[in-house]
T-cell receptor, first 114, second 112 residues
Framework: DVKVTQSSRYLVKRTGEKVFLECVQD?????MFWYRQDPGLGLRLIYF???????EKGDIPEGYSVSREKKERFSLILESASTNQTSMYLC?????????????FGSGTQLSVL | AQSVTQPDIHITVSEGASLELRCNYS??????LFWYVQSPGQGLQLLLK??????LVQGIKGFEAEFKRSQSSFNLRKPSVHWSDAAEYFC??????????FGTGTQLKVEL
């Protein structure tokens, strides 16, 4: 089975801190994604990557950046955390090709910014 | 731009009863449609998908969904709900490529 692992289940940070959220997948997937999930808003795409060192903005990239130095790892960076970035963050991956729309999700990181 | 509407925020059904979760989409051409389920404390898991062909698609855990182009709908159904089906359900759409747009979700509660 595909496994998408997010490094932290819960994270508490202070306003202004630089925050790193890490995600690793073990199925050699080309595509990786970062979503945030908020009650009443569903999932919104922050950034995604089709390949190593490649990244594309999603629907809500402001205040975030990403890094993909290795195929299996996709990091989400909050350069200066703010309280409105308190949210559940979900990482996902998918295989390139015919089934590239089938996403495999991690269990999520609940980030609280105080 | 593509969008998805899930009009029901919460739904409660009794165990053994039938279930239908509504999903309406907006997309200019033939969409790719998905239903995902999120159990408490978990990530999302794909239940089923529609790409083309038969408009009634079968998924895992006994779920099915029907694509109705005339109504821009892709409703999820299950004939008999089990207590373990309590979760949040998300409908999603894409035009191809893997940039999915998700709905806001429907929280399903199952009464024993």
């Amino acid at each position: 089975d595909v496994k998408v692992t997010q490094s932290s289940r819960y994270l508490v940070k202070r306003t202004g801190e630089k925050v790193f959220l890490e995600c690793v997948q073990d199925m050699d997937h080309e595509n990786m994604f970062w979503y945030r999930q908020d009650p009443g808003l569903g999932l919104r795409l922050i950034y995604f990557s089709y390949d190593v060192k490649m990244k594309e903005k999603g629907d809500i990239p402001e205040g975030y950046s990403v890094s993909r130095e290795k195929k299996e790892r996709f990091s989400l960076i909050l350069e200066s955390a703010s309280t409105n970035q308190t949210s559940m963050y979900l990482c996902a991956s998918s295989h390139g090709g015919e089934e590239n729309e089938k996403l495999f999700f991690g269990s999520g990181t609940q980030l609280s910014v105080l | 731009a593509q969008s998805v509407t899930q009009p029901d925020i919460h739904i409660t059904v009794s165990e053994g009863a039938s279930l239908e979760l509504r999903c309406n989409y907006s997309y200019g051409a033939t969409p790719y449609l998905f239903w995902y389920v999120q159990s408490p404390g978990q990530g999302l898991q794909l239940l089923l998908k529609y790409f083309s062909g038969d408009t009634l698609v079968q998924g895992i855990k006994g779920f099915e969904a029907e694509f109705k182009r005339s109504q821009s709908s892709f409703n999820l159904r299950k004939p008999s709900v089990h207590w373990s089906d309590a979760a949040e359900y998300f409908c999603a759409v894409t035009g191809g490529g893997n940039k999915l747009t998700f709905g806001t979700g429907t929280q399903l509660k199952v009464e024993l």
